[in-house]
């Protein structure tokens, strides 16, 4: 178990979005988060206290949990001193880095002598079957998106929260470091060996009532040239009865490819159901999720009812004006 409250180590993050895993704790599970850690050129800010690590541990803080996502998912040289000198203050590391604090000298040194913990989230600890494809009872709903970091997670776990509120039955999955760090569990689904992670998909949402609702947290996006494949696994592992199709439209590229737009939500919407028909020849797009994040209100407006027009489809960004109308469009 990770002990909370948190403190958010945002590091020398570039951008808001390379801290993107703080940003979900401190969205969902803001009463876990006492203050943020920042270093020299840190663009990222969570509008949380900035503290030093011994204000964070006179202030109740009992893990540092490393909220930077950054390209291949490693542990910077230039944390290492932050990350040593966290646990000599009391307090417990926690990431979902690919790059594993175990796997850190220094910082392994530091734990046996101090005695801290070390938890390394995105460590797959069960051993997931190969999927079989089978139909399985109750039913489920899969965010999908035009790139990486467009508001999947977000997305489904606005959706559950809403259909909690309405007394429905629902469960989020998640599907990733950040989705984990905020619900406790979970498949690290970008940490499983290949030929698993669709079973692990099967694994995460088994049987359940008919009635019974599966958010599926969406990973990567069909067409990223580098995450696809946790896309497609979870498309087929998850046999989705829904989907809902997210984008975020001020980007001019794919984050991380330069050489590669964004594809439309047409061409998303496509391909998507393209791919979940094979495992579910009954899938249907519900919905669209926009973040407008990036957007005055009034354009966010503007751009969410040219969207519906357009594609025919509730269209709403569900952090910003709420997932009712999406969870309108599954019942």
């Given at each position: 178990?990770?002990?909370?409250?948190?403190?958010?180590?945002?590091?020398?993050?570039?951008?808001?979005?390379?801290?993107?895993?703080?940003?979900?704790?401190?969205?969902?599970?803001?009463?876990?988060?006492?203050?943020?850690?920042?270093?020299?050129?840190?663009?990222?800010?969570?509008?949380?206290?900035?503290?030093?690590?011994?204000?964070?541990a006179a202030a109740?803080?009992?893990?540092?949990?490393?909220?930077?996502?950054?390209?291949?998912?490693?542990?910077?040289?230039?944390?290492?001193?932050?990350?040593?000198?966290?646990?000599?203050?009391?307090?417990?590391?926690?990431?979902?880095?690919?790059?594993?604090?175990?796997?850190?000298?220094?910082?392994?040194?530091?734990?046996?002598?101090?005695?801290?913990?070390?938890?390394?989230?995105?460590?797959?600890?069960?051993?997931?079957?190969?999927?079989?494809?089978?139909?399985?009872?109750?039913?489920?709903?899969?965010?999908?998106?035009?790139?990486?970091?467009?508001?999947?997670?977000?997305?489904?776990?606005?959706?559950?929260?809403?259909?909690?509120g309405r007394g429905?039955?629902?469960?989020?999955?998640?599907?990733?470091?950040?989705?984990?760090?905020?619900?406790?569990?979970?498949?690290?689904?970008?940490?499983?060996?290949?030929?698993?992670?669709?079973?692990?998909?099967?694994?995460?949402?088994?049987?359940?009532?008919?009635?019974?609702?599966?958010?599926?947290?969406?990973?990567?996006?069909?067409?990223?040239?580098?995450?696809?494949?946790?896309?497609?696994?979870?498309?087929?592992?998850?046999?989705?009865?829904?989907?809902?199709?997210?984008?975020?439209?001020?980007?001019?590229?794919?984050?991380?490819?330069?050489?590669?737009?964004?594809?439309?939500?047409?061409?998303?919407?496509?391909?998507?159901?393209?791919?979940?028909?094979?495992?579910?020849?009954?899938?249907?797009?519900?919905?669209?999720?926009?973040?407008?994040?990036?957007?005055?209100?009034?354009?966010?407006?503007?751009?969410?009812?040219?969207?519906?027009?357009?594609?025919?489809?509730p269209t709403v960004?569900?952090?910003?004006?709420?997932?009712?109308?999406?969870?309108?469009?599954?019942?």
């Open positions: 178990m990770i002990d909370g409250p948190y403190l958010l180590f945002l590091g020398d993050a570039p951008d808001a979005l390379a801290a993107k895993v703080a940003q979900g704790i401190r969205d969902w599970r803001p009463e876990a988060s006492v203050g943020q850690f920042r270093m020299a050129g840190c663009a990222a800010d969570m509008g949380l206290p900035d503290m030093t690590l011994a204000e964070a109740g803080a009992r893990t540092l949990v490393v909220g930077v996502a950054n390209r291949g998912g490693v542990i910077s040289p230039a944390w290492i001193e932050v990350l040593r000198a966290a646990m000599e203050h009391g307090l417990d590391l926690a990431s979902g880095l690919h790059n594993l604090l175990r796997d850190e000298p220094e910082l392994m040194a530091t734990a046996m002598a101090t005695g801290r913990g070390l938890h390394d989230v995105r460590v797959p600890e069960t051993r997931y079957p190969i999927a079989n494809g089978r139909r399985r009872r109750g039913r489920r709903c899969l965010a999908v998106g035009t790139d990486c970091s467009v508001g999947k997670m977000y997305t489904a776990l606005a959706m559950d929260r809403e259909m909690r429905m039955k629902s469960t989020f999955r998640a599907t990733g470091q950040t989705g984990i760090l905020i619900t406790g569990g979970g498949v690290p689904l970008d940490a499983v060996v290949a030929d698993f992670m669709a079973g692990s998909i099967e694994w995460l949402t088994p049987d359940n009532d008919p009635d019974h609702w599966d958010l599926i947290e969406g990973q990567g996006s069909l067409f990223h040239a580098s995450y696809s494949g946790v896309t497609l696994a979870l498309i087929h592992g998850g046999q989705p009865d829904a989907l809902i199709l997210c984008h975020e439209p001020t980007r001019t590229h794919m984050r991380g490819l330069p050489d590669y737009p964004p594809p439309s939500l047409e061409a998303l919407r496509d391909l998507a159901l393209a791919t979940a028909r094979i495992v579910n020849p009954e899938v249907r797009v519900a919905g669209i999720s926009i973040n407008t994040a990036g957007l005055a209100a009034a354009e966010a407006e503007d751009y969410l009812a040219s969207i519906e027009q357009l594609m025919g489809l960004d569900p952090f910003r004006t709420g997932a009712g109308r999406l969870v309108d469009a599954l019942t």
